[in-house]
């Protein structure tokens, strides 16, 4: 239990599907990082949120769509994706903010399946 | 062009002996390294870090290794455990940017 959760564990959704991931981290982090894991392929970076704005956008595609309410909880709102954006989707926190802190703690990520 | 490569999809060593994991990174600007473990379906957990002012740091059975000048570092697990079967990645990260560039990833693969 790394104190970072994620639903759903596992998502199954059609091309013309909306949906909507959500990460919850209880670790009083002030960052939060949305990743992309395809197989045999290095984790890459999508979101970061630190103080609930968002600082980085790795040019990402505009169906996926995050939203931060508060520090503690990151959503990753999905609309008409296409079958090569199935792979694991992890969320991440961090201290962030002023401090030096690199180190990241991850959940367990949702397996997306795009049909 | 990837800037963080772990060039060994996997490794098999034998349960006790040595393990050690592989991470050559191309940016100079890189100053804090760390290795991260992951198992099947859970995400991936901090293992050992390493800042470029020093060139090794020890924890237990793991040791991390930095050389600069070759821009390589070096997870070290000894004695390997059959519990230590994960795939390992590596991240680095420049400044005080808290952000991660990561590598592909190895499966390490513990032998009994």
């Known amino acids: 239990e790394t104190g970072v959760t994620q639903t759903p564990r596992h998502l199954v959704m059609g091309m013309t599907n909306k949906k909507s991931l959500k990460c919850e981290q209880h670790?009083?982090?002030?960052?939060m990082y949305w990743y992309k894991q395809s197989a045999k392929k290095p984790l890459e970076l999508m979101f970061v949120?630190?103080?609930?704005?968002?600082?980085e956008n790795n040019s990402v595609p505009s169906r996926f769509s995050p939203e931060c309410p508060n520090s503690s909880h990151l959503f990753l709102h999905l609309h008409t994706l296409q079958p090569e954006d199935s792979a694991l989707y992890l969320c991440?926190?961090?201290?962030?903010?002023?401090?030096?802190?690199?180190?990241?703690?991850f959940g367990p990520g949702t397996r997306l399946t795009v049909t | 062009d990837q800037q963080v490569k772990q060039n060994s999809p996997s490794l098999s060593v034998q349960e006790g002996r040595i393990s050690i994991l592989n991470c050559d990174y191309t940016?100079?600007?890189?100053?804090?390294f760390l290795w991260y473990k992951k198992y099947p379906a859970e995400g991936p957990t901090f293992l050992i870090s390493?800042?470029?002012i020093k060139d090794k740091n020890e924890d237990g059975r793991f040791t991390v290794f930095l050389n600069k000048s070759a821009k390589h570092l070096s997870l070290h697990i000894v004695p390997s455990q059959p519990g230590d079967s994960a795939v390992y990645f590596c991240?680095?990260?420049?400044?005080?940017?808290?952000?991660?560039?990561w590598g592909a990833g190895t499966k390490l693969i513990i032998k009994p």
């Open positions: 991440a926190s961090s201290q962030g903010g002023t401090y030096d802190s690199y180190e990241q703690y």
């Open positions: 670790l009083g982090h002030n960052a």
């Open positions: 949120y630190n103080f609930k704005e968002q600082t």
């Open positions: 940016n100079s600007m890189f100053d804090y």
């Open positions: 390493i800042s470029s």
């Open positions: 991240a680095a990260s420049a400044g005080s940017n808290y952000q991660l560039i």
